[in-house]
């Protein structure tokens, strides 16, 4: 089946740590994108990439990093210089990369928890 | 990309056919209207887009008005798993400075009930 995967579900770890969420896609789709959920709140843009081996900073892409090596990987790295990074984080892929409407396709979502 | 404007919540029997409004009026001509679904704890769910005509899918069918400024997503026979927070988003196309983010707002929450 072609989609989105996330891993782990959840994930909790200690203040200070720095932290890896994977996301894997098989849609063979140029694009990718991390958001980040806060509860009762909308979607916000921590990174994008709309090419292996490019990456663009979204509006809160503070205390994070990513890397982007191949076409179906795009993982991000909470690191301990994230404020608050108890979130809801989601990634989505979308097709195109200039022109149309491609919509995004997202995957099931981590849930990490720092205490 | 347009604010959008959506109730905050609406409720629905079961059956029946679920009307979602969604508010654009300062949408711009090369801004499509996209609808997405977020069931509680689980990653959104692309359901229909649109710019200027009327578009329906094997989910929704999406009614926008001719002057482009409303929208309404009809869920013809709701069931209970189509419970979730639907967000109405106007977006440009992809490419350019704006790419590919999408801003997602409060949404509205569907409440079916048997």
């Known amino acids: 089946d072609g989609g989105i995967t996330q891993s782990p579900k959840y994930l909790f770890r200690k203040e200070g740590q720095n932290v890896t969420l994977s996301c894997e896609q098989n849609?063979?789709?140029?694009?990718m994108y991390w958001y980040r959920q806060d509860p009762g709140q909308g979607l916000r843009l921590i990174y994008y990439s709309q090419i292996v081996n490019d990456f663009q900073k979204g509006d809160i892409a503070e205390g994070y990093s990513v890397s982007r090596e191949k076409k179906e990987s795009f993982p991000l790295t909470v690191t301990s210089a994230q404020k608050n990074p108890t979130a809801f984080y989601l990634c989505?892929?979308?097709?195109?990369?200039?022109?149309?409407?491609?919509?995004?396709?997202f995957g099931p979502g981590t849930r990490l928890t720092v205490t | 990309d347009a604010k959008t404007t959506q109730p905050p919540s609406m409720d629905c029997a079961e059956g029946r056919a679920a009307n979602l409004p969604c508010n654009h009026s300062?949408?711009?001509?090369?801004?499509?209207v996209y609808w997405y679904r977020q069931i509680h704890s689980q990653g959104p769910q692309y359901i229909i887009h649109?710019?200027?005509n009327n578009e329906t899918n094997e989910m929704a069918s999406l009614i926008i008005t001719e002057d482009r400024k409303s929208s309404t997503l009809i869920l013809p026979h709701a069931t209970l798993r189509d419970t979730a927070v639907y967000y109405c988003?106007?977006?440009?196309?992809?490419?350019?400075?704006?790419?590919?983010?999408?801003?997602f707002g409060q949404g509205t929450i569907l409440t079916v009930h048997p």
């Open positions: 649109g710019l200027k």
């Open positions: 989505a892929s979308s097709m195109g990369r200039t022109g149309g409407a491609y919509e995004q396709y």
């Open positions: 849609l063979n789709h140029d694009a």
């Open positions: 300062t949408i711009s001509g090369n801004e499509y």
């Open positions: 988003i106007a977006r440009r196309n992809a490419g350019g400075t704006s790419y590919g983010k999408l801003t």
